[in-house]
C-alpha cells in the first residue's frame, strides 16, 4: 500500500511538472526543474532520479521541436544537464527527515548555483559577450541587447526554486509522516471466541 502511494505521487508530480513546461503557461525562468533535481537528490530512495531525468529531456525536445522548431537536443543542454546534476548531487547532502526550512534553503542554494553555471555557459558560447570579468558579470545581470535583463530571470529561478522545492518537500514529508502512523496505529484485537457450552 505504502509503495502504491508513493509511485502515484511521483507520478503526479512528474505529470504536474510536464504539463507546467509548456511555453507561456509559467513566467520566465519561473520553473519547478531546479527544486524537482533536487528533491530527486534529497528522496533518492522514493523519487527516481531516472524518472526526472527522462521527464525533463522529453519536455526539452518536445518544445524544441514543436514549438520553438529547432534542433530537439543543442549544444547549450549539456551546460543546463550538467547544473542538473550539481542540483541532484547537493540534494543527497541533506536528509530526507530535515526541516522545510532547511529544504527550503537547499533548493534556494540549488537555483542560485543553476543560474550561476548557466548564465557562465552562456557567456562562454555567445560571441555577443566580452570574455572577461565585465562579460561575465554582464551575462549575470543585464544580458545582451534586445532580451530581457538576465537578473529579472534571476529573480524568477530564485522564487520557483524555494517555492517548488517548499511544495514537493512537503508532499513527501507528508506520505512519510502518514505511512508511520499506519505503522504505529495498533491492530485491532481479536474477539475472544465464546466458550463452548458443556451439553
Same mark, same amino acid.
Given at each position: 500500500m505504502k509503495e502504491k *502511494?508513493?509511485?502515484?505521487?511521483? @507520478?503526479?508530480?512528474?505529470l504536474a511538472f510536464a504539463?507546467?513546461?509548456?511555453?507561456?503557461?509559467?513566467?520566465?525562468?519561473?520553473? #519547478?526543474? =531546479? #527544486?524537482?533535481?533536487?528533491?530527486?537528490?534529497?528522496?533518492? *530512495?522514493?523519487?527516481?532520479?531516472?524518472?526526472?531525468?527522462?521527464?525533463?529531456?522529453?519536455?526539452?525536445?518536445?518544445?524544441?521541436?514543436?514549438?520553438?522548431?529547432?534542433?530537439?537536443?543543442?549544444? =547549450?543542454?549539456? #551546460?543546463?544537464?550538467? @547544473?542538473?546534476?550539481?542540483?541532484? +548531487?547537493?540534494?543527497?547532502?541533506?536528509?530526507?527527515?530535515?526541516?522545510?526550512? *532547511?529544504?527550503? $534553503?537547499? $533548493?534556494?542554494?540549488? #537555483?542560485?548555483?543553476? =543560474?550561476?553555471?548557466?548564465?557562465?555557459?552562456? +557567456?562562454?558560447?555567445?560571441?555577443?559577450?566580452?570574455?572577461?570579468? @565585465?562579460? +561575465?558579470?554582464?551575462?549575470?545581470?543585464?544580458?545582451?541587447? $534586445?532580451?530581457? &535583463?538576465?537578473?529579472?530571470?534571476?529573480?524568477?529561478?530564485?522564487?520557483? $526554486?524555494?517555492?517548488?522545492?517548499?511544495?514537493?518537500?512537503?508532499?513527501?514529508?507528508?506520505?512519510?509522516?502518514?505511512?508511520?502512523?499506519?505503522?504505529?496505529?495498533?491492530?485491532?484485537?481479536?474477539?475472544? &471466541? @465464546?466458550?463452548?457450552?458443556?451439553?
Open positions: *502511494r508513493n509511485i502515484i505521487l511521483v @507520478a503526479l508530480v512528474l504539463l507546467s513546461r509548456w511555453p507561456g503557461l509559467l513566467p520566465q525562468n519561473f520553473s #519547478a526543474a =531546479y #527544486a524537482l533535481v533536487f528533491c530527486a537528490g534529497v528522496f533518492h *530512495r522514493r523519487l527516481p532520479w531516472w524518472a526526472v531525468g527522462l521527464t525533463l529531456l522529453a519536455t526539452d525536445v518536445i518544445k524544441n521541436v514543436w514549438h520553438y522548431h529547432t534542433d530537439a537536443v543543442s549544444d =547549450y543542454m549539456i #551546460a543546463i544537464y550538467a @547544473a542538473y546534476v550539481v542540483l541532484f +548531487w547537493m540534494g543527497r547532502q541533506f536528509s530526507a527527515a530535515g526541516s522545510l526550512t *532547511r529544504l527550503t $534553503g537547499g $533548493g534556494l542554494m540549488g #537555483a542560485i548555483l543553476f =543560474y550561476l553555471i548557466t548564465n557562465t555557459a552562456s +557567456w562562454l558560447q555567445n560571441p555577443e559577450y566580452v570574455k572577461s570579468l @565585465a562579460g +561575465w558579470w554582464q551575462a549575470l545581470t543585464v544580458g545582451t541587447l $534586445g532580451w530581457p &535583463e538576465t537578473w529579472k530571470f534571476f529573480s524568477n529561478t530564485l522564487l520557483s $526554486g524555494g517555492l517548488f522545492t517548499g511544495v514537493i518537500a512537503f508532499l513527501f514529508q507528508s506520505q512519510t509522516e502518514d505511512a508511520k502512523e499506519d505503522a504505529e496505529e495498533p491492530a485491532e484485537e481479536p474477539e475472544p &471466541e @465464546a466458550e463452548n457450552s458443556k451439553s
